[in-house]
């Protein structure tokens, strides 16, 4: 690809002009950028932009610019902008961090704060604007997939210097090796490698020294901020413990290999020459090689095996920067009954390191570890510095140091912790086969062997159930019937998912009044459940259907015929209407009346503009003007005002005269000769026209008007004088929103929303979107069926996600809502549609709650765990654990709720308290 010259020139050291339009400066950037894209590779920089810069950048050469704060609607219409001044970063650096080392701030999020750019275009950008500070950035690759990723927060490190206690900070990529560690500090502190030994100092005390080698800093697990020590022999003194490592045995100091990279101190690029692949000692070994894996992480002896005798389970997680998400879903995972006795046994027999979908049994044996520790006795917190390695490897989308999703995390480590302990060493293929019309026990039954027959662990058999999903396909109504298995349920808070809307029904035969009606549909719907919601609210008969429209400025902007269209892009402002039209509809005509008044009191006097709201009615074999003329008077019909006199001297819209009869009605016709006979014989009762579809062009209709007619016929009614004096124009005035937008109540606790409700919802019959579309064996077509969920079999342990979170490419936003979830007594046998018995009890009790506190982009995790041997609940929030109420425990913060399942009590037999949480 050969990208221009931009043809910006100097002029006396003042900022590039362009000599061409500014659409050549997006053209050049564009290119680049792809350029860029198609070579991704470990080293190449990319530099950091203050979105504020980049979006005054993007309206002066005309892009579509990305709207924040949040809006409904994503993107602003491409303006022109002036020529945006220099690039400016300040922004988005840490206050005070100008000069050669700018920081930026931690808080900064990508798109929202700023934007990454590759090298070639910053170099553009900054020859045609100048201005800065420069940003300058690596790219690494992370994790085992080796994803690439641009690092914007290199790893800080705390240098301790043990002669003077002095610190300074060091600022290396997490990717750079032991080596070029070793390389900085020596040539900062000015000594000689072989003089220096570097420890881990983490939590400001000795962990293990760390060896010049090729072994990288996350290997290391180095943590951002965190200290390191270093210790210097002078003159043939050895410091206490110089030449050892954390357990007294002495170690030589491997040389440092002269480093290709330039390391810089200050934060700029820095590149990565080692590799290492992992431990290299083999951690598969039995319960022994478990024991030595886990020592070596932050001092913690662990060595002997533990059981919740020894009153543990009390040990907090210490926060290694932003990592609280972590923390909790870590919480209520270790504290849940059957997976800490799991874990607290001698797994290792059951490790699948062969499973191409697990992580070589390397994140069980982490997470194994770090329970155990977690149950050790005492209440000293842990560093999860190694399970945190591990996952940033197999998972790398939480790497780094920014706040993540609880669940998110939850469900990962589920998968990961199935699949690492997954006992079916070669999984089998099953072809599975279709219900066709089988008894769903059957069905069921054959699609759970199916599932265990691949699936085998410890995570299935406590965590995960089954449920059954019925799909209808809505063109030749085949129904397939599938059992799926589930690891936790994401509930739908109702006010997340329901929305009231007000639409105006109009009869399309003229047979009553207009009326307002408002109904609660899916927010995530179709256009299918309006009408629906619509036909029930109105009593629209079996012959009936409704056709919804959209009314802008006094005309129809659009009909809304597919009943497969989303909700969503029908706006609260918006106004909607429905016509009630015979269900033969399909093969008549359509008659769409748009309504005019003459201008009298402005500036515009004498033109014709529009009101009030378009009718609809359909029309049957029509020949002539005639036939329009007597639709219109049809529909009028329920506007006739009452008590009018029928010797009203009007005719149509003119004094009367010699050759104009006084008409009772707009149906009525002259009888008498008129001055202009052929005018009088050939008028219409009303002033019509045939408009086109935008309502531009005007042809007057007359009664033997042979008019050629199509499937929809769209005319202008001009009201006069007489319209006004025989219709009330009233009822088709002020149509209202969709939603108008009113003080919003805040929702008490006795208003807040129930657990079952969520459930309701989740289990709601409604359509597929348009993105997830069923391919129809019958049809063999993808077709948007309905989709229908039913609980078939629940698991030991069951989990309840409370989906407060709702996401789009620049918008993340949460409820707060109070959800009424009960702590005793979940009796769930009103959802479960299998009717074996053997499936045990359907009744749950509350033992761990995943919180989250705040609210967009950021926020606190922290969690409730009840320890069942002591019957007593606490909060754990990072590394500080407290006992806690269990009256406390219920708040709007819960986002995250697990249950375990109540054994040796049947159904219904369950002692409630007077505030039963029984479906009902």
Known sequence: MTIPDSGYMMENGSIELPCGPPEEEYRIVEQLTQLAESNLRDGNLYYVISTRWYNCWQKYTGQPVEVFPFDEHPTEAPRRADRPGLIDNSDILLNGSDGDDPQLLRTVEEGRDYVLVPKD??????????????????????????????????????LVNSRDKSQSVLRLSKKASLHELYETVCRLKGIVPEKAQIWDYFNVQKQTVLVASNKTLEESNLQMDQHILLEVQIDGFRPSGFGMDST?????????????????????????????SGYSSNIYQGINSIKSYGDMEDGYDTSRLVTKGDRGGLAGLQNLGNTCFMNSALQCLVHTPPISEYFLEDYSNEINKQNPLGMHGELALAFGELLRKLWSSGQTPVAPRVFKTKLARFAPQFSGYNQHDSQELLAFLLDGLHEDLNRVKQKPYIETKD?????????????????????NSIIVDV??????????????????ITFDPFMYLSLPLPSTVIRTMTVTVFYGDGSG?????????LKHGSCKDLVQALGVACCLRTDEYLLLAEVHEYRIYKYLENPSELLGSIKDHEHIVAYRLPKKGAELTRLEITHRVLEKDNLRAGERKLFLTPLVTLLEDPQSGVDIDVAVTRMLSPLRRKGFSSSTSICNGREPTNGCNIQSGPGTQPTENTESEEMSVNELSFRLCITDDRGLSCRPIFRDSLIK???????????????????DASYLKDLPEVHKTGVTVKKTKQEAISLFSCLDAFLKEEPLGPDDMWYCP????????????????LPDILVFHLKRFSYSRWLKNKLDSFVNFPIRNLDLSKYVKSNEASEGSHVYELYAISNHYGGL?????????????????????????SPVGEDEIRTSAAYVLFYQRVRGKSNGAVGEPSHSFRAS
Not at 778 to 793: P, S, V
């Open 121 to 158: 275009v910053w170099e553009r950008l900054h020859a045609w604007y100048k201005g800065g500070p420069v940003l300058a950035r690596k790219m690494i690759s992370v994790g085992d997939s080796k994803q690439f990723h641009v690092e914007v927060f290199p790893l800080s490190l705390i």
């Open 248 to 276: 007294g045995n002495d170690m030589a100091l491997v040389p440092v290999e002269p480093s290709r990279a330039s390391v810089t101190i200050a934060g700029g690029p820095t590149l990565s020459n080692g590799y290492s």
């Open 435 to 455: 219900s066709d019309g089988r008894p769903d026990e059957e069905v069921a039954d054959e699609y759970w062997r199916y599932h265990k027959a691949r699936n």
């Open 778 to 793: 019958h049809c063999k077509e993808h077709r948007q069926a309905t989709k229908k969920l039913d609980l078939w079999r």
């Open 463 to 480: 965590c995960q159930g089954q449920y059954k999903s019925t799909l209808v396909c809505p063109v030749c109504s085949k129904i397939s």
């Open 513 to 521: 009044l207009p009326l307002p009606y408002t109904v609660s549909v």
């Open 709 to 727: 007619f199509g499937r929809i016929v769209k005319v202008m009614l001009d009201w006069t004088q007489r319209e006004h004096d025989l219709y």
């Open 857 to 881: 982009g950021g926020g606190h995790y922290s969690a409730y765990c009840k320890l069942i041997d002591d019957n007593r609940w606490y909060h754990f929030d990072d590394a500080h654990v």
